[in-house]
């Protein structure tokens, strides 16, 4: 699903217009984005749980010349399902 298709899902459950439901999802991914940014993290019960992780830096090899090359650490996001999500899709 794109972000258009979920916009349109978002306006038809909601109730809401297709501008409406766009300026609310934009707004809830911002506010994501931007808790995230600051190390903080996100938890929607019964959805799951928003955060970062940082992957220290490691000594990585090319494939193909088999030349070893290090790795800088960097900070990723991870998301973790709640339980209720996950029995929702294993249904």
Do not use: C, H, W
Not at 36 to 45: A, H, Y
Request: proline residues 4%.
């Amino acid at each position: 699903m794109k972000k258009a298709e979920l916009i349109n899902v978002i306006a038809e459950k909601g109730g809401y217009t297709k501008k409406e439901a766009e300026k609310a999802l934009n707004a809830v991914i911002d506010s994501l984005t931007d808790v995230m940014v600051s190390g903080d993290k996100i938890t929607l019960v019964g959805f799951g749980t928003f955060k970062t992780k940082v992957n220290p830096e490691r000594m990585g090899r090319n494939p193909r010349t088999k030349e070893e090359k290090l790795i800088p650490e960097k900070t990723v996001p991870v998301f973790k399902a709640g339980q209720a999500l996950k029995d929702a899709v294993n249904k």
